[in-house]
């Protein structure tokens, strides 16, 4: 069988100054709509907010998520109608994509606040175990000694 199936992925930014509970709702909202429009939801992220490259409808931020979605194609253009119509979305676009479907993941918001309240120290602990080379450092090194071999010449 073809282990490189088609699907689609939509990234929407919905504006910044919008409630957390009505982000929740409008990921429900565009969820929901694709099913009714003959599209299966294979993976829904909301990625956060993040500031914009360039100013869009006077907002320099905005709330990114990302949906992965299997379908006929029929259903985009009825999902991005919605979401042209619709006053919180700012940008949108889909983008069809080639390769194994995407598995769904735990929304990162949830598990990082959840690790964090169970175990405070569990960062400070990996950083503890795993040393970090930094090649800046070394080129630093290199240029000091050099520079003391010239002085000294």
Known sequence: MNDQQSY???????????AEDEVTNHID???????????????SQMR???RLAYQIAKHREGIYVQL???GDGQHIFKI???????????RYMTVKQEGPLPSPRPSNK??????????????????EKQPVANADTSIMGKD???NKENAES
């Open 110 to 127: 949830s598990t990082s606040q959840s690790e964090t309240k169970n175990n405070p120290d569990s960062k400070v602990e990996s950083d």
């Open 48 to 50: 956060g907010k993040r």
């Open 68 to 70: 992965s979605h299997q």
């Open 8 to 18: 689609y992925e939509t990234m929407y930014i919905l504006r910044p100054d919008i």
């Open 29 to 43: 909202k565009y969820n929901k709509l694709l099913e009714e429009f003959g599209g299966t939801i294979l993976d």
């Open 144 to 146: 000091d000694t050099e």
């Open 80 to 90: 991005e109608k919605a979401m042209r119509l619709g006053e919180d979305v700012i």
